[in-house]
């Protein structure tokens, strides 16, 4: 079963939850993007994204990221507008976990860490618009997308083992 695992979609869809259970459960490390750009920066999210430096950050934290030999990632929301990540990414499971508008929503309200604004307007109004004006992108890399809207983070991790040990037994035959 691969040991490469990267975590796409929306904010509030469960990629740094799910990521670092299913690291455990595949016994590999688990890195959080996000978290990598705020440690390399010194600062929290809301100001990185303020100077207008995220996105050049997120995409070298990425970029180390994806030159692990094996890990689960969970990137950014934004992280497929990197024009180098589908080169990046290749070699590695890229599963996309998605869920309806209104469950974002109410999972970024819910979120006790601030995430900065795209669109001027609050996040959890603005995350219905973003993540269709992505969803085309998610797809293009995605291995495997997984609505999180009604399972468990437990459940979602369970459901990308079950896809990939599958998929490894398909090649075996």
Do not use: Q
Not at 62 to 88: E, H, K, S, T, Y
Not at 105 to 130: F, H, N, Q, V
Not at 155 to 166: L, P
Request: positive net charge; aromatic residues 6%.
């Amino acid at each position: 079963m691969r040991n490469r695992v990267v975590l796409v979609g929306p904010r509030g869809a469960g990629k740094s939850a799910v990521g670092a259970l299913l690291a455990a459960r595949l016994g590999v490390s688990f890195v959080d993007t996000d978290r990598l750009v705020e440690e390399e920066a010194g600062r929290p999210l809301p100001e990185i994204w303020a100077a207008g430096e995220f996105r050049g950050r997120e995409a070298r934290a990425l970029g180390n990221a994806l030159a692990l030999p094996a890990a689960v990632v969970a990137a950014g929301g934004g992280a497929v507008l990197w024009d180098g990540f589908a080169a990046a990414a290749r070699g590695w499971t890229v599963v996309w976990l998605d869920a309806a508008p209104e469950v974002l929503a109410l999972r970024i309200r819910k979120d006790p860490r601030e995430r900065p604004s795209l669109t001027g307007r609050p996040a959890a109004e603005e995350i219905g618009e973003i993540a269709r004006s992505r969803a085309h992108l998610y797809a293009a890399v995605a291995w495997a997308r997984i609505p999180t809207d009604r399972l468990a983070v437990d459940e979602v991790a369970e459901e990308i083992v079950r896809r990939m040990r599958a998929a490894t037994r398909g090649k075996a035959d």
